[in-house]
């Protein structure tokens, strides 16, 4: 194996992880003028994804940093072509944080529910359009000899990519939905498993003939170590998709939640192995594809990259797991005041109070 090929499976192992921690984000943020049916339950909702919302967007940054290093003609291709679709991707982004920062700094219900709004807009716009860029990417773009795109927007909105979109987008909804199950309690926890059950169905379904017209349709080679590997890979997809939408039916959120981590992870996987050698396909021409060979580095940039990686990485993961790992109890809304009594109703009879030491005795009536 060259180091250009271990580059690429860590470009994919970058992406899948941002797909599985950010697709949780997303599907909370998409969930949260449904569940949220007060202003208590959107912000135990938002609470849920707080400590760990800006740190899953740290794998966006680096994979990223991984295409624009190691292979920095496909970064150059790829983020030239899709320039409009990201930018409205980064738009989303940056407009749910600031959702996130400033939906307490005033107390007012409608500047609550502006920022709600901003908050659903900023996750739901991203979670289609990542499914959007991904199948254009697997599917193929127009592109010359020159590496210049040659289409317009209006190309990435064709059926294979617009089935892409969906797709993410109920896959995240139900990661978000079963996280919310896994992490909240009360009303929220038992809407959150509701609304997975007819998610997971939405799911199954899309995603299967999503994966099912990308084996048929656009891998790399039908025949060879990839082409099986990537049908390999998308069949334990469907099948952990299939379990966690059961296991959410007898209630094992923690059980069903990893297990659709585990089918967003291999179906990435399956995506990226059916792409392989190619990292960006040429819909004019095969000659003008961009391939792992001819879009990668120098082998010497790729070898410092890699004692880099093997340096830090560890570090990084650990201390992402060990910031789960405090924030690992479910979440739960400020206890409810008990209401008054309306005008008129009969009061339970009280116990007698007892009298204290220093309470002198009452006077006893002279005889």
């Known amino acids: 194996m060259h180091l250009s090929d271990l580059w690429f499976i860590i470009v994919a192992v970058l992406w899948s992880g941002y797909f599985v921690l950010e697709g949780f984000d997303f599907g909370v943020g998409i969930l949260l003028p449904f569940l949220g049916r007060s202003d208590t339950d959107r912000r135990v909702m938002i609470n849920a994804i707080g400590p760990v919302w800006d740190g899953n967007e740290v794998w966006l940054l680096t994979a990223g940093g991984a295409m624009f290093a190691a292979f920095p003609a496909w970064y150059a291709a790829m983020f030239s072509a899709f320039y409009l679709p990201l930018f409205i991707v980064l738009v989303g982004l ?192 095969p000659a003008y594809s961009l391939t792992v060979a001819n879009a990668a580095s120098a082998a010497q940039t790729l070898a410092v990259m890699t004692v880099v990686a093997c340096i830090f990485l560890p570090f990084v993961l650990a201390y992402q797991a060990w910031t789960y790992w405090v924030f690992r109890k479910r979440v739960t809304g400020p206890p409810q005041a008990a209401q008054p009594a309306p005008p008129g109703t009969p009061q339970p009879p009280q116990p007698p109070q007892p009298r204290q030491p220093h309470e002198p005795r009452p006077a006893q009536p002279a005889s």
């Open 94 to 285: 940056i407009i749910r944080g600031v959702a996130f920062e400033y939906r307490g700094k005033r107390d007012s219900a409608r500047w609550r529910a502006g920022w709600d709004t901003a908050t659903f807009l900023g996750s739901l716009v991203p979670a289609l359009l990542w499914g959007v860029a991904f199948a254009n990417l697997l599917r193929g773009i127009p592109l010359d000899a020159n590496e210049h795109f040659t289409g317009n927007f209006f190309t990435f909105l064709n059926p294979y990519a617009l089935l892409g979109g969906v797709t993410t987008l109920a896959l995240f909804t139900l990661h978000g939905a079963l996280f919310l199950a896994l992490k909240t309690t009360g009303e929220i926890r038992e809407r959150a498993r509701e609304t997975a059950d007819w998610a997971g169905i939405a799911a199954i379904l899309i995603g299967g003939g999503f994966l099912s017209w990308t084996e048929t349709s656009y891998r790399a080679a039908n025949t060879s170590g990839e082409g099986i590997a990537s049908v390999a890979l998308a069949t334990p997809a469907a099948v952990a998709l299939i379990a966690a939408w059961l296991l959410n039916r007898i209630g094992r959120e923690g059980i069903a939640f990893t297990a659709n981590a585990i089918a967003i992870a291999t179906a990435t996987a399956a995506l990226f192995t059916a792409l392989y050698p190619r990292v960006l396909p040429s819909t004019i021409s």
